[in-house]
């Protein structure tokens, strides 16, 4: 089982970013699928998850109204569009898989390596 992020990178504040992050080693398409984020000194914290339809998606407050998160199941993959980005968005994306998007929010089973994005004033 292997989650591949790809997509970070550097961009100044109210700039966009699309992640992705694509599943291989098994058939994820019933999972759901999600991303978190980890800036320096601070814990790991949920960002958005979508359940395996589609149909649901939830967010964190802090992101909601810029960031939209999606998946294309013929490509086992999940992408994260981040618009209007602010400083505070800056840190260590990761990309999460597990079977409903309640249980990913709280403790996902599978995780990426990460992907690094950067957020200038």
């Known amino acids: 089982v292997q989650l591949v992020e790809s997509g970070g990178g550097s961009v100044q504040a109210g700039g966009s970013l699309r992640l992705s992050c694509a599943a291989s080693g098994r058939t994820f398409s019933t999972y759901a699928m999600g991303w978190f984020r980890q800036a320096p000194g601070k814990e790991r914290e949920f960002v958005a998850a979508i359940s395996w339809t589609g149909y649901t998606t939830i967010y964190a407050d802090s992101v909601k109204a810029r960031f939209t998160i999606s998946r294309d199941n013929n490509k086992n993959t999940v992408y994260l569009q981040m618009n209007s980005l602010k400083p505070e968005d800056t840190a260590k994306y990761y990309c999460?898989?597990?079977?409903?998007?309640?249980?990913?929010?709280?403790?996902?089973?599978?995780w990426g390596q990460g992907t690094q994005v950067t957020v200038s004033s």
């Open positions: 999460a898989v597990d079977q409903t998007t309640m249980v990913l929010k709280t403790k996902p089973s599978f």
